[in-house]
């Protein structure tokens, strides 16, 4: 029986995959916020051979729909987003018809990575969690630890993929809303971590989103922190110490994460979970949802 991987896979474990022929999907999911087109023009110039590309603005996120009456968004039921914020996920049922159309089933493997850090390929990681998909793990190290251990790369296009039928099955990760977070403020049953940089968090700075500040309350761990020097994430027991200074007593279970919108959060929800400290939710509209209404209370320093 093929050992399946569900937090991370190192480059020679998933080099032994390929070589075994279990069944495997690679998605590539190299972007950069600030230039969306990058990281298609980055998955051209290089990638794991038969790697899917993955777009963060045009397969992981719902589309924010078309202008309606009174300026409101509409959307076809199937097409409505499952959160709200910057990038909106996508319901269940559009992802599954996406993940069905690059030929991904539930009897495979997936492998996720980028070039950012596990910036950007955590978020397939949750989504897969999120459709009910366990074996699902990011690259450590990313392209970089691939290479360096004398992965192949290929360039240009890579053949389609038949059809599959992926089959959705009960969420595995908890997906929170603004209003929960909203209802969870003040209480030990909820304690939010945000994943944003400190000047951010601080709201010193704020170069995306229209408000500057944080959820009241709200601890903050900058995402790179779980990161080590070698570009892999830092061992389980180290990120277990951080996490426990950070917590300083709080239990795990009540953690939801968030970030600016809900995609750089995931390496903090990952982190926790390499370090043994369980599933944990996300918001995944985060900071550019929760800033979007001025009743909701912000803080500051």
């Given amino acids: 029986m093929t050992t399946s991987y569900t937090t991370l896979i190192s480059a020679s474990e998933l080099q032994a995959l390929i070589d075994g022929g279990a069944p495997l999907m690679v998605f590539d999911c190299s972007f950069e916020l600030m230039q969306p087109s990058a990281g298609a023009q980055q998955y051209d110039q290089a990638h794991i051979p038969g790697a899917v590309y993955a777009d963060l603005d045009h397969d992981l996120s719902a589309k924010h729909g078309a202008p309606g009456a009174g300026g409101t968004l509409t959307a076809q039921e199937a097409d409505k987003p499952a959160s709200g914020g910057r990038h909106p996920l996508p319901s269940r049922e559009r992802f599954s018809m996406w993940l069905s159309s690059v030929g991904f089933a539930n009897p495979m493997q997936a492998v996720v990575y980028d070039r950012q850090g596990a910036n950007y390929c955590g978020r397939l990681w949750w989504m897969l969690k999120w459709a009910g998909h366990d074996a699902v793990a990011v690259l450590d190290g990313g392209l970089q630890a691939w290479q360096a251990a004398g992965g192949a790369v290929a360039s240009g296009e890579e053949p389609a993929h038949f059809q599959s039928n992926f089959e959705l099955g009960e969420p595995l990760r908890r997906l929170a809303t603004a209003d929960e977070v909203l209802a969870g403020l003040g209480s030990p049953a909820q ?111």
């Fill in 191 to 301: 304690n939010v971590i945000d994943a944003r940089a400190g000047a951010r968090f601080r709201g010193e700075v704020e170069p995306l989103d229209p408000v500057a500040g944080h959820i009241p309350g709200a601890l903050n761990r900058p995402f790179a922190e779980n990161i080590g020097a070698d570009g892999r994430f830092k061992p389980a027991a180290t990120l277990r110490a951080e996490f426990d200074t950070l917590l300083a007593g709080r239990d795990p279970a009540t953690v939801v994460h968030q970030c600016g919108s809900g995609v750089s959060a995931v390496p903090n929800l990952l982190a926790m979970e390499v370090a043994g400290l369980g599933p944990t939710a996300l918001f995944a509209g985060s900071w550019s949802e929760w800033c979007s209404d001025p009743a909701r209370p912000v803080e500051k320093g």
